[in-house]
């Protein structure tokens, strides 16, 4: 692995990372007031492309980081859902 | 531009434009009570090193993507620090 890949897995982790402590605060306090569901949404496919785009250029930490950033939205996109209608 | 370089440009443009209804809730609502502070700085830090990935590779989608993307990013952590304080 040279070292721009590392540099690729080092941001890879950073804003897959990014998501989680969002998704614990969101689980805990179930306040989704802030987020922007359009935001949600946009991400959810936004990522998804992104997925596609890393399998096509064989790029190991876009489809690493990706992988598990959709995880992350899919859960925020459904606390969203859930916790609005409250 | 090849077919793989228009999926990564669509899959930029959703998740560049994903944080722009954010960043405008944010800034209508000034409502930051559900937004994560650690999941903004980490995206910030995380951005900035696609963004650097995105020159090592000469990715034109990840440069394109992460320059907008840390412009909103800023926008909100400067939002969370003011809003907050209130």
Avoid: C
């Avoid at 897995?9 to 998501?19: G, H, N, V, Y």
């Avoid at 007031?33 to 496919?45: D, Q």
């Avoid at 096509?56 to 916790?83: C, D, E, G, M, Q």
Wanted: aromatic content about 18%.
């Amino acid at each position: 692995m040279n070292y721009t890949e590392i540099i690729g897995f080092i941001a890879a982790i950073l804003t897959t990372a990014a998501f989680l402590p969002q998704v614990y605060k969101t689980w805990k306090t179930k306040d989704v007031s802030s987020l922007s569901f359009p935001m949600l949404l946009l991400f959810f496919v936004g990522v998804l492309m992104w997925l596609i785009y890393g399998f096509l250029k064989h790029s190991t930490p876009i489809i690493f980081a990706n992988t598990i950033t959709i995880v992350s939205i899919f859960l925020l996109v459904s606390f969203k859902i859930r916790y609005n209608k409250k």
